[in-house]
């Protein structure tokens, strides 16, 4: 074979990959999804799973939340077959939620049965106490008891996220028992990128990469050949911070660890995936009090959440209102005040959400700690100052000539100068003090930033402008 062909072979099933991502990315188009869910309308069945059964797992369940939420139910049933566990796995929860309570138990059991055990997990950690006990006794004992140990570990660790499934072999084997070992069962997992190599209490003391494993003499010692180093992971660690761990040791899989150090579990990237593409998206909702902002979340859901923070910024408002209202003497004297303050206080806090937002992502990332809290204060101090003047100088210039009064250039430039302060330390201070005081600094740090911004801008600029005498 000439070395085009050889080069055309190996690029064949990236193509074919390619081909298939761009077929699914048109077949979820909406003309094809009207025309799937037309034939179920029309109880044309077969058409409609013909036209699904090529699409990937993830697709189907695309597909499946894009149809609205009285149409689900019968796509499910006209899918019969085809939305199977895989499918269930990649669907959004509140959309699989609603389709679960739509089953029997013992199907519910059937499903989580089939999955890895952190999938099933998030399926039945999200029922009630009495539809998750029927759905437990209607499984398999193996699948009933590991599923149950996950749910005694606290949500959102790497209790709930690990898979049980892996492969652990003691270190006195060879290599050729390993691979004998591998090819003796059908009952061993097939998705695993190392062997655990665990001592006789089954303590994980090193790993082998597969690659090693293959590459090895069958009559080489096990221990000889694994890499002694690897990152463990404690069992009840908060999953933000294994996707940490994962990102900063480029990790592929990592043993779980009990707090006796026994080996319980691992975890591969592919779940680390989604927990950043969570946490990332979570945190930056969470900022604008927006709750989950999952399109799929129940309506009556989404407006508690988003009116429980907009009564709180109400609350702020007010206070800021009666700032403003400590002058309104000034204001009825020189209505031109009423005018530029929400300038200072508008220009304060976006200075401060601009701060907010980088704080909270190094303290997500663990970028600031208490080693560099001081240094990262006095950086922000600097910007702020540096972004301070800028705008005093523009806004005060500009003033000054618009109005032909050069004292009121003065004042809100010097207003715009401490407001700009008082934005760049809020964004630091309120994040890094909630996040010392053990509360998610995504949650509330805006409502509390905006709160200072607007209550510092007010007050002053009014206040330079009472003390100046502008109006009199």
Not at 33 to 43: C, F, I
Not at 292 to 308: A, S
Not at 320 to 333: H, K, Q, T
Request: glycine residues 8%.
């Amino acid at each position: 074979m000439s070395e085009s062909e050889n080069i055309a072979a190996a690029d064949a099933p990236r193509a074919g990959a390619d081909q298939q991502a761009m077929d699914a990315e048109d077949r979820l188009r909406p003309e094809f999804v009207d025309q799937v869910l037309d034939a179920v309308d029309a109880g044309d069945d077969a058409t409609a799973r013909k036209l699904v059964e090529p699409l990937h797992p993830a697709d189907v369940a695309d597909l499946i939340e894009l149809a609205a939420r009285d149409e689900r139910e019968g796509l499910v049933k006209a899918l019969a077959g085809i939305v199977d566990a895989d499918v269930l796995a990649e669907m959004n929860e509140h959309v699989r939620e609603a389709l679960i309570d739509a089953l029997a138990p013992e199907q519910v059991a059937d499903l989580a049965g089939q999955m890895e055990t952190d999938d099933a997990v998030a399926i039945l950690e999200d029922l009630d106490d009495e539809e998750q006990r029927a759905v437990l006794q209607a499984m398999e004992p193996d699948d009933r008891a590991a599923i149950e140990e996950a749910l005694t570990y606290p949500e959102e660790s790497a209790g709930r996220l690990m898979q049980r499934d892996l492969i652990a072999v003691p270190e006195h084997w060879r290599v050729g028992e390993v691979i004998d070992y591998l090819r003796s069962s059908d009952e061993l997992t097939d998705d695993f990128w190392e062997v655990f190599v665990v001592s006789p209490n089954h303590h994980p003391i090193g790993t082998c990469k597969l690659s090693t494993i293959l590459r090895s003499p069958r009559t080489k010692p096990v221990r000889t050949i694994m890499m002694e180093d690897q990152t463990l992971i404690p069992v009840d660690m908060d999953q933000e911070d294994v996707a940490l761990r994962f990102q900063k040791y480029a990790l592929v899989s990592a043993a779980v660890v009990d707090g006796e150090g026994r080996l319980v579990g691992m975890i591969t990237v592919d779940d680390i995936v989604h927990i950043i593409q969570e946490e990332a998206g979570e945190d930056v909702l969470l900022l604008s009090g927006a709750g989950d902002g999952d399109i799929n979340e129940p309506i009556g859901m989404t407006v508690r959440t988003r009116l429980t923070w907009l009564i709180i910024n109400l609350g702020t408002a007010m206070v800021a209102a009666s700032v403003v209202g400590l002058f309104r003497g000034e204001i009825g004297r020189y209505a031109l005040l009423a005018v530029l303050m929400p300038i200072v206080s508008g220009m304060g806090g976006n200075a401060g959400t601009q701060t907010l937002a980088v704080v909270v992502r190094a303290l997500a990332t663990n970028q600031l700690t208490s080693s560099n809290t001081l240094r990262m204060i006095g950086r922000e101090f600097r910007i702020a100052l540096a972004n301070g003047f800028a705008l005093a100088i523009l806004i005060g210039t500009g003033t000054a000539l618009l109005f032909n009064y050069p004292m009121l250039g003065l004042v809100i430039g010097a207003a715009m100068v401490i407001n700009n302060l008082v934005a760049g330390l809020a964004g630091i201070l309120v994040p890094v003090t909630l996040d010392r005081a053990r509360v998610d600094p995504a949650v509330s740090s805006a409502v509390f930033v905006t709160m200072a911004t607007d209550v510092m801008g007010f007050l002053s600029f009014l206040g330079l402008a009472a003390l100046a005498g502008l109006g009199r």
